[in-house]
């Protein structure tokens, strides 16, 4: 997969494309914005809204979450963080506008998480089951849905909605070189 990134934000003032921007060696070119070129596409059915997120802001963070396990930035998960299983691992977030860290879960507690505000029993069931402290990531989680997504533009601004421009791209954040 090769992604192709140039300096230049996406404004409506812009005129810069990405043909005027100096290539370095091996074809990489200076970032400071990601344009999103080369990233899985999303083959399954549209998602409902979660926490807020609109189908299209949790395919983003999808995309850039697997864009960094494909370039070696975010380490492939081996085990589930609820349970320690290997098996059928996915990766799930929370924060849609701030996707880098996902938790490793295994798909049917993934299934089980995303339902829990309609079926709220079988999650209920994995919490207490799984549960220790207390103080674990998933124990927390609301029952009743939430609108992060607006809190959180509330809080940062419309801004905050555009997971690549502000994603933590290695080695210098946005300003980094990237390899194709």
């Keep these: 997969m090769r992604c192709v990134l ?31 070129v080369g990233l899985p596409d999303w ?12 189908h299209e802001e949790r395919v983003r963070g999808w995309q850039l979450i697997h864009h960094f396990i494909d370039n070696g ?3 492939k998960p081996e085990r589930w963080s609820i349970s320690g299983s290997t098996e059928n691992l996915q990766k799930h977030c929370e ?9 490793p879960v295994s ?14 029993g079988p999650w209920k069931r994995i919490v207490d089951r799984y549960s ?17 997504a607006a809190r959180l533009r509330a809080q940062h601004g419309a801004h905050i909605v555009d997971v690549f421009q502000r994603a ?10 990237q390899r194709g």
């Excluded at 849609?96 to 996902?102: E, M, N, R, V």
């Excluded at 998480?113 to 309609?118: A, I, N, S, V």
Aim: glycine letters at 4%.
């Design 95 to 103: 924060n849609y506008y701030s996707p880098w860290s996902p938790y």
């Design 43 to 54: 083959k399954w059915p549209r998602m409902p809204v979660y926490n807020g997120f609109t």
């Design 73 to 75: 930035w975010l380490a």
């Design 6 to 36: 140039y300096s230049k934000l996406f404004s409506e003032n812009s005129t810069a494309e990405p043909a005027d921007m100096p290539d370095f060696e091996s074809g990489c070119k200076l970032m400071t914005h990601f344009d999103p």
């Design 132 to 148: 220790v402290t207390g103080d674990e990531w998933f124990w927390s989680l609301a029952m009743q849905p939430i609108d992060l």
């Design 107 to 120: 798909r049917p507690i993934h299934m089980a998480l995303h339902r829990r505000f309609r079926e709220p």
């Design 168 to 177: 933590p791209f290695p080695p210098n954040n946005i300003a980094a070189i």
